[in-house]
């Protein structure tokens, strides 16, 4: 077997060097990202539940939650929801087997509250968020098994296509890095900090403009002056970590919508816009490289809660980003790296049609000096494509 | 002011006296009562929540809960739910009062999974049962407040009728006795009872023949031969219980559709019908007296749910229970009593068009030597007709 | 085989002859009547499917039909709905035999459209109202087929009664026609009054009191005025046709509430009171005789959308108002009879545990003159009992 | 004033040069495009509707419709649908303006039946579909009314970013006409063919493989020969169709997946996969210019269903659209153009932050040459920004 990977030049200069660059990172708060991980949780739930009932993950695809947004009264010190979120888990899912009834409906609601409880904390379950469930039975063709060998590599059923890029750009770093020290390091110290978080970067040329939208949690601020001390404090903690990843100049703007006078601010009780007004649905917010990057190609295709499986827009978009990441690593003299894996329907999906991996060397680096490792490392991994699937289902890799 | 209080004979045999008397009364673990209860739980938290943010009581009623079951797979040691019960949560609320806007979803979905802990401790809430909340805003007619000051006795805006009796026959009193004391103390000895325990009295002459159906909860019991034993101890605890209550022949018969040879009975995960195929909803089950009797008159009216302070349906099926159990406690000779109270649109409810009380004595008593202190009675009960409205936002009445 | 058939004097007086008879008719468009009249379409269309597709009737039961009430704005000359009504079709039907699907959703759901356009004309379909449907699989016990061969009666499955009486009181027939007239003859030439008719009638002593609320269209009415004549008019035909079935004073009112002053009058887009905050569910209405009717034993258990088949209490509600009915039209003399069936678990249908028929008699009538033929006529309606199911799937038998 | 208009090279080869290609359009019967279609209508019928009653557009958002699939049993020469599908209509809308109620939940409502009626003029409205609705008030904040006078340009309220492209390659024209031909001039001969075309194209080099899924509606064809010609005569259609737009290589596929000897193929009742475990969701298909395009830079933005009057997303990947078109249109020499919208909060939507254009132009065309020319034109449109939005709302411009 020999693999179809085909290497030459971006026929572009790497994002690094264009004039203008946008990026954009929804927190895992937003709504959109909710739906996602929602979707993703209940994903890896339904894997492991027939995993453990039957030894195979059977078919099954949650790739549709929808999130109807709630009603709510915020105010210093503690408000209150006044209509709940509604939340709809949509999607298709095996519910016999070999006469036994799997319970596929309450798993994905526990599998939901649970991730609601990590992620949402201030929400409370039951009151604050209904979540409703409509899992189909899927289309008979459909039903057939699959899996039943993990050491068998699935057929591409389908023809599809994932993007991977790497490595990162300096404000495609700091945006994402930013959440993700927010929601994480920033938040175990500051309450206050709700995790729906959304960070914009905007470069031109060498300045980099920063803007972060951060609900903020009532009942943890008693006024409008520690509402304007907590947002400070994240403009300060956003400005520091990214003079940590560049030297090009920085600025930080924090809920740049408040109106003080107004008694505008963003100020939520549950710490997620879906408390007020903002829907969300899977797939509409970021990629599975966790940004939105229209300076690059993107896949259109929703990677949370499809089937890791046998979803072969899933596993590539997943396994293209793998691919970019590795090769990056231990590659020198990349500056930028386009992986594209393109499926073809029938074959193992190990083999794609074509893996094509397009590059930006750096100065004095040449295509050939490195076209062999390049191979070798795209080989390695497109032969461990099942190793995706694996992370996906014990949680590993993020999808969004 | 002179109520209108008539005092006549009944024109039948005290039910005690007749031939063939046939009573039910759905557990609180019934579908119909699930809906019934919560529609009540509901109803007071919509109270309390009016009160205690406005000083009154708005324009609501609740009653209209639907409950649609689920589908589990009960297995001895343990099993699980499959689908879960979905309950829709009906009625109309004032949602906003002079500006202000009011918790009414969030309220009413808190005060349902509460009562749902409370009554149904095995129902997992939000993988086992999903609760959804329509609460529409109501007519504009209706929305202007009422119950401004507790002491001003409010208006008949209907024509509405409610009944009451008393005293309980043995029969009736054996079979709300044997519901209430198997899901109390029972209970507390015994977790495998269920609260969805449903029994029918039927007395022919001299025998009472008592029916349960008692769902059983399946991580309680290691197999058939405990479950076996389980129902024996229910048949034994209410047969002692209906030989303290009546000299008559009393037979127990407990889970009588069981077929041991078919491994086909009463068990369930969460102890409630509603977990498999038993839909559910207000004011199909039990009067507002706690029973089912299809030998008294009864009214159609479904009690629970409703606004406690102008819904004259509500207060007089409420009320003329009290009334009948007053008299009945305070005046002797009395076999048999029925109140009917009867509204007058536009007057004060404590003035109705009609109060009738009809009674059949004991031997040797005269209405004509008790009717005097009957009246005194119902006079005085009519008079504190707001005590109920009290009582039941309280919780310390009943509803179903 | 020879049938439990007792004949026995009513230990009371005829309602004609009580002193206060309450007697009340929701009409085909009160909402709890449309959802009475929709859970009993579906019953008869999945019957008919199941007829159609495999011979015999399988389990099903949608009784517990859910309507949420609408906004609307109506206006003299024509308004409009704001939020649609929102019905829920809930209940359990085999959707699965012998490896065929059988639409039961969509037969659900084309039987309540066709219900509703003949019922509540002016209601949009999909955007004045929502239908949705929730019919689960039901219990396994259950789902075994019944029915199979027409000429074999089934065995009652639980201990359930039915309640029938005849003949109707002058009060219940002037209640009972008034709907019924107002709904079809009146209608045909008066498009203004909608369905949604409530006739409450109040006899003490020989004075008859009528009261109709009666929703009228506000696309028919321009103006007040209109409005006025259009009551009058209602008024007017009530009045008359009561005075054709008694000889006692009669009195009708109709839209009692309305206050010209305030503008607030009975006026509606759809014809139906569901369209402005009046939810409806299914046994909350009507009794399976067409009536609610104090003065009698009735039955709580919902008639509407049960199983015609094996649904017992179904059954024997409207066979136990057959018999009565059928007793007073060919025996003399009867003034009044209660009809009483209880089913004993096991037996079939035709043999119940008891046929109770108390009766009392014209004066100069004794008992014991018709026993006999009392007696034949009950045996004969009995051995004719799976006639009640077919004329119920027919279509021919009103449940409510 | 003046705007930021930058004209410069492309830093790539154009599109319709590099030597790998995707392109997919959904057509307008696929899940993903019905739930754009729908949120769209629902957009612009409220858009009228408030322009009707109030006369300029108030705040709403109805971009998150939410289709869950059905269950169906197609069948050569008539299946039937199981299970209906179900459509919510989700998104915020402005409901009461100075006191009076706007019908928006009616309006939505039927903005989708009118516009599923037109699509997918198979699925019986009711029966095979449901369609609710979940419309709620939005955040105080932004209920403030805008577009007052349609003269004034609004501000930009939101960093938002639009991009648009021209001309199309030959694979994007033959990929959109193959699925427009064929849901229109096809279709009317042709009724078999369902709208749920799906096209998908792929070029390598000189070589362009086009691959069609086409629904074929069961009553229309009587049995597996039938059907084989249709397929045949699609892919017929499609072949001459592509040849006359290019001179490459043109090989056509049609229903990959069909196994005849398996019976499996792509038959439905109603013309659509939704039928038939397909759920689909706004924003997930095709971009606001008809196609799915990885070769080229992508908007995430859902633009179906956003709010045209204000929505800078929406308007700015329509405008840039429009713009790419329009310098094409009418500037000699370009070979591939790209246009890109980035807002800037708080100025006049006609003053985008950068309206930056990237061409690449044809050979001996050297960009000075037409600068002034592009420059003219972009500036042109952008002075006309709210014609975007009246030709949106007039349905003039399709979204997806």
Redesign the interface.
């Known amino acids: 077997m020999s693999r179809n990977i085909q290497v ?1 030049r971006l ?3 790497a994002v690094e060097d ?3 660059e ?1 990026v954009e990172r929804k927190g895992v708060g937003h709504p959109d990202s909710i739906s996602d991980g929602i979707a993703e949780s209940v994903s890896r739930a339904l894997s492991k539940l027939y995993l453990d009932r039957v030894g195979k993950v059977l078919h099954y ?1 949650t ?2 939650t ?1 999130l ?4 709510a ?1 915020p105010e210093f010190g503690g408000g ?5 979120i ?1 939340i ?1 888990i ?3 899912a095996t ?1 016999e087997y070999e006469g036994a ?6 798993t994905a ?2 599998a939901a ?1 649970e991730y609601l409880a990590e992620t949402v904390p201030e929400l409370e ?4 968020v ?5 899992l ?4 008979g ?2 039903q057939d098994v699959f899996g039943e060998d993990e050491k068998r590599v699935p057929m591409a ?1 389908d ?1 599809s ?1 994932g ?1 991977g890029h790497a490595p990162r750009t300096e404000t495609e770093q700091i945006v994402y890095d930013a959440e993700r020290e927010l929601n994480t390091t920033y938040y175990a110290e500051h309450p206050e900090l709700g995790p729906d978080v959304k960070v ?1 970067g ?1 470069r031109e040329g060498d300045r980099i403009d920063i ?1 972060v939208a951060a609900a903020m949690v009532d009942r943890h601020l008693d006024g409008l002056e520690a509402y304007d001390d907590a947002v400070e404090s994240v403009r300060e903690f956003v400005t520091d970590l990214a003079r940590d990843r560049t030297n090009r100049e920085v600025v930080v703007d924090v809920n ?2 408040d109106d003080y006078e107004e008694d ?1 601010v963003y100020l939520t009780v549950t710490g997620t ?1 879906a408390e ?10 970021n ?1 599975a490289n966790g940004l ?1 990057t ?7 295709e ?1 990677t949370s809660g499809k089937n890791p499986v046998n979803h072969i827009g899933k596993i590539y978009n997943l396994l293209s980003t793998e691919i970019a990441e590795s090769v990056t690593a231990r590659v020198d003299g990349i500056r930028d790296l386009q992986v ?1 894996l ?1 499926s073809q ?1 029938g074959r193992p999906i190990d083999e794609p049609h ?1 893996a ?1 991996v397009q590059l930006v060397t750096a100065d004095g680096v040449d295509i050939a000096d490195i076209e062999d490792d390049v191979i070798a490392i795209v080989d390695e991994e497109l032969a461990d494509v099942t190793g995706v699937t694996k992370r996906v289902i014990e949680g590993d890799v993020s999808t969004f």
Chains 1, 2, 3, 4 share one sequence.
């Open positions: 030459s026929d572009r200069r264009q004039e203008v946008i695809n790739d549709e929808q109807v947004a709630g009603t009264a209150e929801v006044i209509e709940p509604y709809l949509v999607g298709r519910k009834h799997l319970p596929v409906d309450s609601l526990a509250r379950y039951g009151t604050d209904i979540v409703d469930v409509k189909g039975e899927g289309s063709d459909l059923n023809t296509f993007v914009m905007k803007t740049t919508a505008s816009s007020m007004g903002d829907d969300g649905s899977v797939g509409r917010g990629r939105i229209p300076n690059r190609p993107m896949s259109m929703a594209r393109l329907i074509v094509d």
